[in-house]
């Protein structure tokens, strides 16, 4: 054999394994939560501006609601480069809470209410497709979160939200947040399944990319207004992703759900 | 303060201690599955005989059931006792029905059909009330089941079963078996709750022993019929541990849900 024909072999081998997994059928979807399920900036603004009013302080709850958005990710990058050991992000969320307090000159609050006001992120509302597209999906396939919030606050969201998911999969029982190898594979693992068996569905293109790479299938739902103008949602365009669906309903029937 | 006093003192901040968790209200209930929420063996037999029948395998399916079940603890012993790392249960079912069809002769299956057969755990039906009871229960309280199944294995028959459960939690989560306490604390520690706040039910004494000695509620549930009158179930008395229950309508009735 020449060397061009070993690496002609090689490729017809690679290109034989990208089929394969291209028609290994999807049996669990795997859904990004934040953003792309619940819309967290919507339902914070709501509830914080009801809150508010009856305590009596006055701000602009939206950009309160970006502004502990803004805390996410550098908070979870304590744990990923090992500044803290691994954190739930309830605690994570707290420890921010507690810098904007201070920010936004809130003062007063028991620690009863700070734990309320806290888990707002148990609470956070569906966009108006999620409840129907999910439905619609988890009579063909089994469905579950698996975002970097807690296993609680998932549980706590999903009972709030009626998500009718199958399980509660999260970045905690890897010990490991988004986008981390070892977030994606526990839960293929946990699910007895193949990576090219397992959709990832995400508004985020980060969140596909590292699915992607360690052969899960991928799933874009566009949430243009997440950030409520803000500054813009991802965008991706057909071919871009395995589906490219404009909410969870187009995703089911996209899946022949 | 006399020794006698600082005795007394300390019986009464114990007393006061087991009144403070007699009364912190329980929030998640999480069920033993096989035998409690699920009849194993009435579902093995079943499809057993309805499988032999299309393949012409005649045997006491049922005797089939038992002593797959009697490979079960002592399966479970070698990953305990560390003669095998963590293993999940579905591969442990693998190995004593790899030594079953050895005992009943069974021979010619394809690799397909030993799988298939061996995921009838999967397919496992609810007891009658056990849909009903749960449904109930939901309402009130985060549902879940805390079984020595894989997370796969009961996510799988909480759909084929229609139980609906709030979140999957297994001892594969814990990488421990019942009755070991890691599998009963991992569990309490991802709902965010503290022992006494969640209520262990099962049919089996041995489990809510062993909840109980870890500071979790116990609720019993009856299941005379689950080893079919070859042995009994286990009984349980009024009293003998938080709630007594004749099934899992029962125990909702009971949980006032």
Known sequence: MTRRQVILSAAVLCVADIGKAAMTPVKAILFD???????????????????????GIQLDWAHFADRWRDGYAP???????GALPWTKLDTLHRMILDELLGEFRIVGLSEEEKDHWNRVWHRLKPW???????????????????SNGNVSLLTDMGKF??????????AELARHYKPARECYLTAVDLLGLKPAEVMMAAA?????????????????IHRPSEFGGV?????AKTGEYDVVAADILDLASKMSA
Request: net charge positive.
């Open 161 to 170: 939200a009626g998500l009718p998911w199958d399980l509660i999969l999260s």
């Open 204 to 220: 985020h293109r980060t969140d596909l990319d590292a699915a992607r790479s360690f052969g899960l299938k991928t799933g874009f």
């Open 75 to 81: 908070a979870m990058n304590k744990v990923r480069n």
């Open 128 to 146: 108006p497709d999620s409840v129907a597209g999910l439905t619609r999906l988890k009579k063909k396939y089994t469905i579950a979160p698996l």
């Open 33 to 55: 939560t934040f953003g792309t399920v619940v819309d967290w900036r919507g339902s914070i603004a709501a509830e914080g501006a009801q809150w508010g009013k009856a305590k």
């Open 231 to 235: 500054k813009p949602g991802d965008v």
